[in-house]
């Protein structure tokens, strides 16, 4: 069972198990929210070891007859409010879904395990959490050097914009009413493992980008406003640092992990990219420049600087190297190339685009599924 499969990340997860383990039956549940978009799964919604339900991960009773009747021994578990600007606007609904959901789902998984003659055994609840929930670091350098420096936490030349890195042990500090239901939501994950004994494991991620993401994020909404010619409003001065990680890379982990990690444990998933806002969003002008025609650079006077988000983080930096030392998994892409492939993908799908801007694409499900 893998939920939130209909949104950016969990489309990428879902169609890869599906393509690589036909002998997989993948249950994709999703609540089909504004992020759910089911024609991200075009592809494969037809493919005989897929079926899509659409329910609320809330709904208790709902997640206990999914899992009973699905027989379910796996979930990997993506449904989220994912988005900090509509945190900071609506914390309720991210309390109710982060955490509430979690808590119904972990419930309902746990009941049905647990009535199983084998138990807990061959079962797992894999999490899926973000790094924001560690909180923010600092941008600092060692004495007389001017940051972004080379480190040597990653075998590639990195450049980072501080000293200090998350890692797994890394105390818990959200500041937004995202990351803090995220966090709660990491909490119920390992007090069901301690508390029940059940087999969990949570990861946390730095920030993702690739094909599918919706136009709300910084990198898919300033590709867009680019090609439309709108202003790019960049937050604060553009020096928050984030970390970038391409999304099919996460999904390749999440593989990783599912099968190789080790219940009970914690893995921080990141490719040792931190950029500062400003520079990513030249590198995107750059780039949307070249591939659609127009001068480079010239797109440079969409920048236009506005009011900084409140309580904005001011960096983000993962070290994966727990995964990548115990499990062996390595990003596959530099950050140029999965730049480059992701403008390519949202020149090539303007309906995409076009449908999720427009609203169209929440006519789907009645199209698709409503009488199935
Ligand atoms: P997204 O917003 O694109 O997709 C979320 C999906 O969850 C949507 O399909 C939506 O319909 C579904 N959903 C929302 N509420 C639901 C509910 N109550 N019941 C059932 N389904 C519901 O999110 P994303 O960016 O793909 O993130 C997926 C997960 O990965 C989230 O848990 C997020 O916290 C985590 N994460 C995201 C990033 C990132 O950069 N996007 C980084 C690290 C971790
Ligand atoms: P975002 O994609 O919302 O991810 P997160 O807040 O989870 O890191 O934002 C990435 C960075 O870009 C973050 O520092 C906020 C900044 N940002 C802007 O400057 N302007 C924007 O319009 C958006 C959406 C984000």
């Known amino acids: 069972m893998i939920t939130g499969g209909a949104g950016f990340i969990g489309s990428h997860v879902v169609r890869l198990f599906v393509k690589k383990y036909p002998d997989y039956k993948i249950i994709?549940?999703?609540?089909?929210?504004?992020?759910?978009?089911?024609?991200?799964?075009?592809?494969?919604?037809?493919?005989?070891?897929?079926?899509?339900?659409?329910?609320?991960?809330?709904?208790?009773?709902?997640?206990?007859k999914i899992i009973r009747d699905e027989k379910i021994d796996g979930i990997i578990h993506l449904a989220a409010e994912s988005h900090v600007d509509r945190s900071i606007k609506d914390p309720f609904t991210f309390a109710k879904t982060n955490i509430m959901g979690t808590l119904s789902l972990l419930q309902a998984a746990k009941e049905y395990w647990e009535s199983l003659p084998e138990k807990f055994e061959g079962k797992l609840f894999y999490h899926i959490s973000t790094?924001?929930?560690?909180?923010?670091?600092?941008i600092t350098a060692p004495e007389g050097v001017e940051p972004p420096f080379t480190t040597e936490a990653s075998s590639s030349d990195h450049l980072a914009y501080?000293?200090?890195?998350?890692?797994?042990?890394?105390?818990?500090?959200?500041?937004?009413?995202?990351?803090?239901?995220?966090?709660?939501?990491?909490?119920?994950?390992?007090?069901?493992?301690?508390?029940?004994?059940?087999?969990?494991?949570?990861?946390?991620?730095?920030?993702?980008?690739g094909p599918y993401q919706f136009p709300e994020k910084l990198i898919p909404l300033f590709i867009n406003n680019i090609l439309q010619g709108r202003a790019l409003p960049v937050y604060g001065k553009g020096e928050n640092v984030r970390d970038w990680l391409f999304v099919e890379d996460h999904a390749r982990a999440i593989d990783t992990i599912f099968h190789k990690g080790k219940t009970g444990d914690t893995y921080n998933i990141g490719g040792f990219n931190e950029w500062r806002n400003i520079d990513l969003i030249k590198v995107l002008i750059k780039t949307v420049d070249k591939l659609s025609g127009k001068p480079e650079g010239s797109s440079e006077n969409l920048i236009t600087y506005v009011t900084d988000r409140p309580g904005h983080d001011m960096r983000y930096a993962i070290d994966s190297?727990?995964?990548?030392?115990?499990?062996?998994?390595?990003?596959?892409?530099?950050?140029?190339?999965?730049?480059?492939?992701?403008?390519?993908?949202?020149?090539e799908n303007k309906d995409w685009v076009d449908n999720v801007t427009s609203g169209d694409y929440e006519k789907y499900y009645d199209k698709m599924y409503k009488n199935r």
Not at 36 to 62: C, H, M, R, S, T
Not at 131 to 138: I, Q, S, T
């Open 321 to 347: 190297r727990k995964l990548q030392k115990e499990l062996g998994w390595e990003p596959s892409l530099q950050f140029e190339e999965g730049i480059e492939k992701t403008v390519k993908w949202y020149l």
């Open 131 to 138: 790094d924001e929930v560690y909180g923010a670091l600092e």
């Open 28 to 64: 994709n549940v999703d609540k089909l929210t504004y992020a759910g978009n089911l024609g991200n799964l075009k592809d494969i919604e037809n493919l005989p070891n897929y079926k899509f339900i659409k329910a609320d991960i809330v709904d208790l009773e709902d997640m206990r």
């Open 162 to 209: 501080g000293t200090e890195f998350f890692v797994e042990t890394t105390k818990y500090d959200p500041h937004s009413p995202y990351s803090a239901s995220k966090a709660s939501s990491d909490h119920f994950v390992r007090a069901y493992h301690d508390t029940y004994g059940m087999p969990t494991i949570v990861t946390n991620c730095s920030n993702n980008y």
